[in-house]
């Protein structure tokens, strides 16, 4: 089965809409102004329509539901009924069903969770033309049913959606705090409240009470990678309009998807910007201007080799050592052609720089600020790991070069 909303020729239906509502002014009243959903079998045709309205505040009304004749019994209404009610659980806290006093189709919304509320005396007599028979009874009064929409979410499709953000965010360089967090207020918001959260820098585990003390459980392996800061920020701006009712599971679902193919910044900008970071900290640090447009230089050609890796996919230690060993080959090099204005430390300290896991560092330290002592360890040794790549790809050519050269121009 596929549902899908009906926004353009709404009118096509009308010959289902009639199964339930058999006056079609009384349809135009509401179609415009509702929304229309119709749910498709495996052919492709459509088996069953409704309409839903919003009547007040957090309230909304199912105008019509209709299955065709020939299609009743097999799940198609049960079904369309819980997809609209999961649907408007996010911006409505009850909805509301008007039918006849006929016994079948109330126990029908009784069987989809729908309570008694009240009655509208008169209601069919007073606004149909015709006499409307139902099962062999003349229909007089509106009888209005509700349900709490509060709880209509599937627990487990809402620690699905959790996580997946919790992932993301991980991937991308969150902080643990963060992603716990937003695991939180996603399941709080679709009332999921018994959450046990445990985080790692590479892994999280989620587990909810589903009823009858059953237990769901997922674990998500993250592997640790580059961060990304622009998904970070919309993963934390979708949470929070989850967390005001603004969007449901099934486009937060969607929206995921999105943030996730957000393409990194292009490969020159990335380049340009760690020159432009090698060569500011060089003068942060001291080091002269020529220093810091050499150290410019190497920060491009050093992001350059950054990049290809990437693509070739090479792993993080042969790439942090090559790189500091290339960033001394530079600096050598640039040495060796104006030994009177530049200075080889200013260079090699500023050219690191782009390889220095400066937020990986700081979350590391966050992390055991917030007593998530396992993750920050963790962070902390990938972290220092990459100063002894870095280190020994510098020390290696220093050592190499004294060697062969005697340490002239040094």
Not at 129 to 149: A, F, H, N, Q, S
Not at 187 to 200: A, K, N, Q
Not at 378 to 396: E, K, Q, S
């Amino acid at each position: 089965m596929e549902i899908q909303q009906v926004t353009l020729q709404k009118t096509a239906f009308l010959d289902l809409l009639m199964l339930a509502d058999p006056q079609e002014d009384m349809i135009e009243k509401y179609l415009d102004s509702g929304d229309m959903f119709a749910l498709y079998d495996d052919q492709g045709q459509v088996q069953s329509v409704c309409v839903v309205c919003q009547i007040g505040k957090r309230k909304c009304e199912l105008k019509n539901l209709a299955t065709r004749e020939e299609a009743q019994g097999r799940g198609y209404g049960t079904a369309l009924v819980h997809y609209v009610c999961e649907k408007y659980s996010y911006q409505c806290d009850t909805m509301y069903v008007g039918t006849g006093n006929t016994e079948k189709t109330i126990r029908f919304y009784q069987h989809c969770g729908f309570v008694h509320s009240h009655i509208v005396p008169g209601f069919f007599t007073a606004n149909y033309r015709e006499p409307i028979w139902d099962e062999g009874v003349l229909l007089t009064d509106m009888i209005y049913l509700k349900k709490d929409l509060k709880t209509e979410a599937d627990p487990k499709k809402v620690l699905d959606l959790a996580l997946e953000a919790g992932r993301i965010l991980l991937k991308n360089g969150g902080e643990i705090f963060r992603v716990e967090e937003t695991i939180k207020y996603i399941c709080g918001r679709f009332h999921v409240d018994d959450v046990d959260t445990f985080t790692l820098s590479h892994a999280i585990i989620v587990s909810i009470k589903i009823g009858d003390g059953d237990t769901y459980t997922r674990v998500k392996h993250i592997p640790l990678s580059s961060s990304h800061l622009g998904i970070v920020a919309e993963v934390n701006a979708l949470s929070r309009e989850i967390s005001a009712g603004l969007v449901g599971i099934d486009e937060a679902f969607e929206r995921l998807k999105e943030i996730e193919e957000i393409p990194p910044t292009k490969g020159y900008l990335q380049i340009l910007a760690a020159g432009m970071g090698s060569g500011c900290f060089g003068f942060l640090l001291g080091a002269g201007v020529m220093d810091s447009l050499a150290a410019f230089l190497i920060g491009c050609l050093l992001y350059v080799w950054v990049l290809a890796s990437k693509r070739l996919r090479i792993s993080k230690i042969i790439v942090n050592i090559v790189g500091g060993a290339l960033i001394t080959f530079l600096a050598l090099l640039f040495r060796h052609f104006f030994p009177s204005v530049l200075h080889l430390d200013g260079m090699i300290i500023s050219g690191i720089m782009p390889l220095v896991p400066g937020m990986a560092f700081t979350n590391a330290i966050r992390d055991i600020a917030d007593s998530d002592f396992l993750s920050g360890t963790v962070r902390m040794i990938d972290a220092l790991l990459v100063f002894v790549y870095i280190a020994i790809g510098v020390g290696f050519t220093l050592g190499a070069y004294t060697n062969i050269m005697g340490g002239v121009g040094i």
